[in-house]
């Protein structure tokens, strides 16, 4: 890639006779990086809310502790499995995916994907790449797809192209 920041990258690039689109959801660093200190920082106000009432004097029932602790905990679990895992940039190079976590990427020919699983009905939805050797990443490579709110139970487009693509690559 160039030298510009992944930030800064358009959504359609024109290089040579090759065109690059991006292929995972802007909402990406959101849900990666601002929910989480959202979430995390609304649980630790409540807790310090908390310490402040008993500090005051004042009587604080158990659950005011209990539950910012469960909140904490259940995030936690849910963020690790669904959310930080989640690539922060897919571009489709046509032949080839480019993967990227953090300043980290990797081309992915789609020859070597095995399998694409699309998970619906979980918040974020996710494409989760099988690959045949495990590569920078890992044996699998998840990314958040863009949403349609139009279609929330409809199959994911993008899913079943790349489905396609794949079959049609490793037939070549």
Do not use: H
């Not at 290089?15 to 609304?42: A, E, H, N």
């Not at 402040?52 to 502790?65: D, L, Q």
């Not at 669904?82 to 046509?94: F, H, I, N, P």
């Amino acid at each position: 890639m160039s030298s510009t920041s992944p930030a800064t990258v358009p959504s359609l690039i024109r290089r040579s006779s090759m065109t690059i689109k991006r292929i995972s959801s802007r909402q990406t660093f959101f849900l990666k990086r601002v929910f989480p200190l959202l979430w995390f920082g609304i649980v630790v106000l409540s807790v310090v809310a908390g310490l402040a009432g008993a500090r005051a004097g004042k009587a604080v029932p158990p659950p005011v502790f209990i539950v910012p602790l469960l909140l904490f905990v259940i995030g936690f679990v849910v963020m690790r499995k669904l959310v930080l895992d989640l690539a922060d940039e897919v571009l489709d190079e046509g032949d080839a995916l480019r993967v990227r976590f953090g300043s980290d990427e990797e081309r992915i020919a789609l020859t070597d994907i095995i399998n694409v699983g699309y998970t619906q009905f979980v918040n974020p939805p996710r494409i989760t790449l099988t690959l045949r050797q495990p590569g920078r990443f890992g044996r699998e490579v998840s990314f958040c797809p863009p949403q349609s709110f139009l279609a929330p139970f409809a199959r994911n487009k993008l899913a079943r192209e790349l489905i396609e693509r794949v079959e049609a690559a490793r037939r070549r």
